[in-house]
C-alpha cells in the first residue's frame, strides 16, 4: 500500500498523550498525514479498518536498537530487525554502534542510513559514537556525525568511563545540539561478571555484576551534567540506587532523561533459573527491589521512557554454557507485552501513561515531529489490543536471532496494525 493510499481507522479507543485525547473515536490517514476528515471522493477508496474494542495509539519511539548490518546479518538486518519493530508497534528506531561496527565517520554514517532506506519497513535514526572506534580514548567528531545525520552519540556497548572524555562530549552536544546517550557502566568492575551479583549469582555459582558499576557512573554523569549544564540521556536504567540519583538530580534541575528496558520492568534475576541464557543481559536482570524502584521511577517520572534495548544474539551464540554466552535480548516484537504484564495488568500504570513512555517521551528526548496523532502529523500509527494473550514463539518471531527473554511465555497485549508514515508496514 503506498503512502498516498487513504486509510479509516474507525471505532477505536484513541489514546494520544501529547493531546490528551483518551476516546472512541476515528482516525483518518490521506497522502501519508494524519487528516481531520476525508473528502467524499477519498471515503470512496479508502481502506476502512474496524479498530472496535483495540487501541489506537502514535507509533512507538526506540531508543536503543542494535541492527547488525554490515557485518554480523545473520543476527540481524535492517529487514528483519525493522520487521520486528513493526510487528512490535515500532515506527521509528535508533539504530546505535556496537562491537560490530563503529559509527564514528560520516562515511559510516551514510552507508548506514543507505541500507536502511533500501530495506527498512520503519524510520531508523543512526546514532554515532562518542569516541573514535567507540574505545573511549579522543573524541569522535561529533559535528559531522550530526551533519550525516546521527540523532545521537553514544558508546553504547562498554560505556564511557573517561569522565573528562564526557565532559567535553557533553560541551560539544550543546554546540551541535546533538543528544548524548551513556551507558552506565564501570567495565573495571564487570571485567568477569556474567550476572546480577547477589543470592541467586552465589546459588548458581556464577561471578556478579554489581549494582556499584552502575551507580557510580549515573554519579559521575549526574556531576558532569551539572558542571557543563548540558542535557545527558542515560540507558536502561537497572539499579535502584540509580533510581534514587536520578530523581534527586531531577529535582536539582539538571537535564538528565533516562530508559528503561521492558524485560528489567517483568523480570529479576531469579528467572535466570537453571542457567538460562535468553536471560543473560548486559545490564543484568536485579534483584526484585531493583525492579519494584525501576517501576516507582517510570510512574513518578524519574525515569523518561521504556527502550527496547533489543540485542540479537544467534541460537548458536547463545548455545553454550552461561559464562560463554554473549550478552542479548531481542525484545522489539514483545515490548509492548512484556511492558504491559508488568505495568497494566498488575494496575501500576494506566494505558495512556504507558503508550506516553513508549511513544512521546522517547520522541521529546530525540526532540523528533513524532508521538502524536495530531492533525498533520506523520500518519504514524499502531493500533494494539491490550488484552490480548498470546504465547511467543522462536520460530513465530520476525527477528533474525530467537533470543527472546520470555520465550514460552504467556503475555496479553498484542499489535494488530502499524502505518509508518500512512503505509501500511504491519498487519495481522
Known sequence: MSASDCILIRNGRIVDPASGRDEIGDIAVADGKIVPALSAEQAARARVVDAAGTVVAPGFVDLNAHIYQPGKTARETFASGTAAAAAGGFTTLVCTPDENICIDNAG??????????????????????????????????????????????????????????????????????????????????????????????????????????????????????????????????????????????????????????????????????????????????????????LIAGLKDGTIDAVASDHSPRTPTEKDCEFDYAPFGVISLETALAVALEALYRSGEMTLPQIVEKLSLAPAKILGIPAGTLAEGAPADIVVFDPDEAWTPRAEALRSNSKNCAVLGRTLHGRVRLTLCGGKIVFER
Open 108 to 293: 559510516t554514517v551514510r552507508l548506514i542510513r543507505e541500507l536502511a532506506d533500501a530495506d527498512a519497513c520503519v524510520r531508523v535514526l543512526p546514532a554515532g559514537n562518542i569516541t573514535l572506534g567507540g574505545k573511549g580514548e579522543s573524541l569522535a567528531p561529533v559535528g559531522a556525525l550530526k551533519k550525516a545525520g546521527c540523532v545521537a552519540i553514544t558508546d553504547s556497548v562498554g560505556g564511557l568511563v573517561n569522565n573528562e572524555i564526557m565532559r567535553c562530549a557533553l560541551d560539544y552536544s550543546k554546540m551541535f545540539d546533538i543528544a548524548v546517550f551513556d551507558h552506565c557502566q564501570d567495565s573495571s568492575m564487570t571485567a568477569s561478571g556474567v550476572m546480577h551479583a547477589g543470592t541467586v549469582s552465589l546459588r548458581l555459582g556464577l561471578r556478579g555484576l554489581p549494582r556499584a558499576a552502575e551507580d557510580i557512573v549515573v554519579s559521575s554523569d549526574i556531576l558532569l551534567c551539572e558542571a557543563t549544564r548540558a542535557r545527558l540521556h542515560l540507558q536502561h536504567i537497572s539499579s535502584a540506587r540509580s533510581v534514587e540519583l536520578i530523581r534527586e538530580a531531577k529535582k536539582l534541575g539538571t537535564k538528565i532523561t533516562a530508559e528503561v528496558s521492558p524485560q528489567h520492568l517483568l523480570l529479576t534475576d531469579e528467572d535466570v533459573g537453571d542457567y538460562d541464557t535468553n536471560k543473560k543481559i548486559n545490564p543484568p536482570l536485579r534483584a526484585e527491589a531493583d525492579r519494584r524502584a
